[in-house]
């Protein structure tokens, strides 16, 4: 058996700490093992990041001695004014299951700075588990008037309006994600799709071929390429709309030709119709 490397041990966690790796089973066992030996003495300034990280990790495993341990070296460190610390114990709680307390920890956070990012984010997170969809719209929303540029946060934003059938303001937060991420094609994949809904089919057949400009053969912009196009064909909205539906019907029974017999069956019935 090769003998543990502390040092290698010690930058390995550094590393997951400055990519914001969770990784958090890992986490626990490299740094429950440099604890269990002391190697902590040796970190230096480290030691700080070095017990927060070990002790949210632990918390995500319901390693609560560790946890407990790690939080327990912070708050000699640091007094509950400070509000990275605070945050820590609102992380404590939502792993205890006591989510009001978790709450009441993050809501005084932010009465004290509103533009706290990590703390909104728990918030966030705390709201979405309590199914509180109009209380996380609205956090949501204040964070990214301060967070513009986290499509994440518009991504989110975006699922919680689209489970509340809010269609239109779930279209305004994939342009928003689009302008952030302009040549991801799950985002103008997802906003094709509420168009389509919305029954904007000029738009949203703009937005399929713009999928599909970004990953050829895309199996669900073809389809709905096809199905815009098959609905726009008796109008006069969009040019070459016939061309567009034999386009997508050609790619779709290529897409499926090595298919087995009764698969391609069932897809050339459905493009037939």
């Not at 949210?56 to 341990?69: G, S």
Request: glycine share 2%.
């Amino acid at each position: 058996m090769s003998k543990f490397n502390h040092k290698e041990a010690a930058e390995e966690l550094q590393h997951y700490r400055l990519t914001n790796e969770r990784s958090s089973e890992k986490v626990c066992l490299l740094g429950a093992r440099l604890i269990k030996d002391n190697y902590t003495a040796k970190l230096g300034d480290a030691i700080w990041p070095f017990y927060e990280q070990v002790a949210i990790a632990a918390l995500d495993m319901q390693d609560f001695p560790l946890a407990e341990a790690c939080i327990d070296k912070l708050k000699a460190r640091f007094t509950e004014k400070s509000l990275r610390f605070r945050r820590l114990l609102g992380m404590r709680f939502e792993a205890q299951g006591k989510l009001d307390e978790a709450q009441e920890v993050y809501d005084t956070i932010l009465q004290e700075d509103d533009t706290n990012m990590l703390a909104s984010k728990r918030q966030i997170a705390l709201l979405k588990t309590r199914n509180k969809e109009t209380e996380m719209i609205e956090a949501l929303t204040n964070y990214l008037d301060t967070y513009y540029d986290d499509h994440e946060a518009w991504l989110e934003l975006c699922d919680v309006y689209l489970s509340k059938y809010m269609y239109d303001q779930a279209a305004y937060c994939c342009e928003e994600i689009i302008i952030l991420q302009p040549s991801n094609h799950v985002f103008f994949l997802k906003y094709a799709e509420i168009l389509y809904t919305l029954n904007h089919l000029p738009l949203a057949l703009k937005h399929y071929c713009k999928v599909l400009e970004l990953c050829i053969d895309n199996v669900r912009a073809l389809y709905g390429l096809q199905l815009c196009a098959s609905k726009l064909l008796t109008s006069n909205e969009v040019d070459h709309a016939y061309d567009l539906q034999a386009l997508a019907t050609e790619r779709l029974l290529e897409v499926y030709k090595k298919e087995p017999e009764s698969i391609k069956k069932i897809v050339q019935d459905y493009l037939s119709n």
